[in-house]
C-alpha cells in the first residue's frame, strides 16, 4: 500500500466528492464546519482480503448540497438526499479499497443509511471486533463530512 | 431510431444521474424503465421491450450478476446488450458478467463516458 | 458583442474577457491559461463561435466586480458566453465545448487556494446542471497553455510546452 490509510481514505473521499458531487474539499475542517452536527450516516461493508465496514458521516446541511450537486437539480426530497449519502459512501469505497490491496478483489454490500439519531463515535461505532483504523475529515462549505473506516483485525474473510 | 432503455440500481440517485447522461447523450431514447433491483429488473424485461441495460451489482434481493445468469439462459433476453454499472473493481462477479457480453463502465462515470459506452454497445449515434 | 478580426485574422480574449465571433476568417485566442479557464464553444451550423478566460471558479468571491466583468468569473462567465453565442445565432444543442487551462502553480506552496482545480470544477458543475457534454479538454498539470479557436472549422487546438494538439 502507498501511503497510510488515513492518506489514502483523503484521497478516495476527495476524488469522490470532486468528481460526484462538485465538492472541492476543506482540509482539515474550519472551527465552524467542525461544529455542525451529523445528521446522517451511510455504511458500507466490504470483505475480501480484508473486512470491514466504511461510513460516511454527513454534517447538518450537507445532503442538500451534495445532492442538488448530484442530480444537478434544485431543492431534493429528504429521500433522494440520504440515498445520494448511501451512493457517495459507496463510490468511496470502491475508490479506497484497492490501497488495502491493489491485486486482489473486495466486494461490497449495499449501503446501509442512518438519518436523525444521536451520533457520536461511541453510539455509532461499529460491532467488535471490527477497530476504527482511520478517519478523514474534512470540510464542505459551511458542512463536513467525515470517513471513518473499520477493520476487523483478522485480514482474510471466508470465501 | 430509438432505443429503450432499462435503468437497473437500488440507488434513485444513480438512476437520476443515469437517466441525464443518456439525455445528454444525444443517442435517442425511446421508453427508459427503472428497476431497484435484479427481480423487478427481469419483470421489466419480461413485459418490454428494451435494447440497452444498465445494471449495477449490489442490489438487495437479486444481484445484477445474478440476474445476468439468468437473462442469459432465457432464450427471449439472452441476446440483450448489457452495460454493468459498479464501484466494484475486479471482483468475481464482475469478471463473471463480463464473460457474460457485459461492458463495464466503472463509476463514478462522467456523462461523456457513458456516452461513449452507449454508441459503441448500441451503435447508435446522435 | 461579436468582433471582427484584427488584419491577421486574429481576435485576442485577454485575462477576465469573453469575445464571440461570427467571421469566417476569424480565430479566437486567449493566451496564458495557467489556473485560469479557457473555454471554447462553436456552432458548426450558424458558424459562431466564442471564448472565455476565466480567472476564479465563484462569484461570491467579488459580486461587485463580478457584476461589471462577469468573464472573469466561471460561474458568471459561462453563462454570458452561451448567452452571446445565442444572440449571434448559435443554438445550444449544436454548441461544441472544449476546455483548456485550469493548472496548479508551478510552486505548490503558491497553490494554496487551488484555483485551477476549483475553476474546473466549477465548470463541470454548471455544464453538468444545464446538460452540457464537453468534447475535449486539455486541462491540468502546471504548464501554461494557448487556446485557439478557428471560426472557419470550429478546430480548437491547445498549444503548450512547445507542443499542439487539437481538441
Known amino acids: 500500500m502507498s501511503g497510510s490509510l488515513e492518506e489514502n481514505l483523503y484521497s478516495a473521499a476527495v476524488f469522490t466528492f470532486e468528481r460526484v458531487a462538485f465538492l472541492v474539499p476543506d482540509i482539515p475542517p474550519d472551527p465552524e464546519q467542525r461544529q455542525q452536527p451529523v445528521e446522517a450516516v451511510a455504511s458500507v461493508e466490504f470483505s475480501g482480503p480484508a473486512c470491514g465496514t466504511l461510513q460516511l458521516h454527513a454534517g447538518n446541511g450537507l445532503l442538500p448540497l451534495i445532492t442538488a450537486n448530484m442530480v444537478g437539480m434544485d431543492d431534493p426530497d429528504e429521500a433522494l438526499q440520504l440515498d445520494a449519502l448511501g451512493e457517495l459512501a459507496n463510490i468511496i469505497c470502491g475508490q479506497f479499497l484497492p490501497a488495502l490491496d491493489p491485486v486482489s478483489a473486495f466486494e461490497h454490500k449495499p449501503p446501509e443509511i442512518i438519518a436523525g439519531g444521536d451520533f457520536t463515535d461511541e453510539a455509532f461505532s461499529v460491532e467488535p471486533p471490527a477497530v476504527l483504523s482511520a478517519r478523514a475529515e474534512i470540510g464542505f462549505e459551511s458542512s463536513r463530512a467525515d470517513v471513518l473506516l473499520f477493520l476487523h483485525p483478522d485480514a482474510r474473510s471466508e470465501t | 431510431m430509438s432505443i429503450n432503455v432499462l435503468l437497473i440500481d437500488d440507488s434513485a440517485v444513480m438512476r437520476a444521474i443515469a437517466l441525464k447522461s443518456l439525455q445528454m447523450s444525444g443517442v435517442p431514447l425511446g421508453t427508459v424503465h427503472q428497476a431497484a433491483n435484479g427481480v423487478d429488473g427481469l419483470a421489466v424485461l419480461h413485459q418490454h421491450w428494451v435494447d440497452l441495460i444498465l445494471l449495477d451489482v449490489s442490489m438487495p434481493f437479486m444481484r445484477g450478476d445474478e440476474m445476468l445468469e439468468q437473462m442469459r439462459a432465457d432464450p427471449a433476453l439472452a441476446g440483450t446488450p448489457v452495460v454493468v454499472v459498479t464501484s466494484e473493481r475486479g471482483t468475481e462477479r464482475v469478471t463473471r458478467m463480463q464473460e457474460l457480453g457485459a461492458v463495464h463502465l466503472p463509476k463514478p462515470f462522467t456523462p461523456e463516458q457513458l456516452r461513449d459506452v452507449v454508441r459503441d454497445v448500441t451503435g447508435v449515434r446522435s | ?167
Not at chain 3, 22 to 35: E, F, N, Q, V
Not at chain 3, 114 to 123: Q, S, T, V
Request: hydrophobic content about 45%; overall charge positive.
Open chain 3, 1 to 167: 458583442m461579436s468582433v471582427k478580426a484584427s488584419t491577421s485574422g486574429l481576435i485576442v480574449v485577454g485575462l477576465g474577457e469573453m469575445q464571440v465571433s461570427a467571421d469566417p476568417g476569424a480565430t479566437l485566442i486567449t493566451y496564458a491559461l495557467g489556473s485560469c479557464l479557457g473555454v471554447a464553444v462553436y456552432d458548426p451550423v450558424a458558424r459562431v463561435g466564442g471564448m472565455l478566460h476565466a480567472l476564479l471558479p465563484h462569484i461570491e468571491l467579488d459580486p461587485v466586480r463580478a457584476r461589471d466583468q462577469p468573464a472573469m468569473f466561471v460561474e458568471s462567465g459561462l453563462p454570458a458566453l452561451f448567452r452571446a453565442c445565442y444572440a449571434q445565432g448559435a443554438r445550444k444543442e449544436r454548441l461544441v465545448v472544449h476546455l483548456a487551462g485550469a493548472g496548479a502553480n508551478t510552486i505548490p506552496e503558491r497553490d494554496h487556494f487551488e484555483i485551477g482545480r476549483r475553476n474546473l470544477l466549477m465548470a463541470r458543475k454548471l455544464f453538468w446542471k444545464n446538460s452540457i457534454l464537453v468534447s475535449g479538454q486539455d486541462v491540468g498539470g502546471n504548464a501554461p497553455r494557448t487556446l485557439s479557436l478557428r471560426m472557419d472549422t470550429g478546430a480548437a487546438t491547445v498549444r503548450s510546452a512547445g507542443s499542439s494538439i487539437q481538441l
